[in-house]
């Protein structure tokens, strides 16, 4: 059973800038395509970063151009880069597989609020 833990998150203010990572204890972490999904309050769980096993990323609109998904294979690492947060980027953020769906963990909260 893979684990994922998230953290990196926080309180910011708009404008800012704040660094997620999720460490995995999968051994097949490198064969995997994976992903940054967030879910607000009364909201649907959503897809905002994904990266294939070759580096490929994939964004939504929304966050196009101000977020950033990277992979360290060795580290078993995800990250997300995120600049020029908004008030509506205030959500708590989960990795997992792209395809592949793992047992969720337990996220990590970001509030963007001046």
């Known amino acids: 059973q893979v684990q994922l833990v998230e953290s990196g998150g926080g309180l910011v203010q708009p404008g800012g800038s704040l660094r997620l990572s999720c460490v995995t204890s999968g051994s097949i972490f490198s064969t995997q395509a994976m992903a940054w999904y967030r879910q607000a309050p009364g909201k649907q769980r959503e897809l905002v970063a994904g990266i294939s096993s070759g580096g490929r990323t994939e964004y939504p609109d929304s966050v196009k151009g101000r977020f950033t998904i990277s992979r360290d294979n060795a580290k078993n690492t995800v990250y997300l880069q995120m600049n020029s947060l908004k008030p509506d980027d205030t959500a708590v953020y989960y990795c997992?597989?792209?395809?592949?769906?793992?047992?969720w963990g337990q996220g990590t909260q970001v509030t963007v609020s001046s």
């Open positions: 997992n597989g792209r395809y592949l769906l793992s047992t």
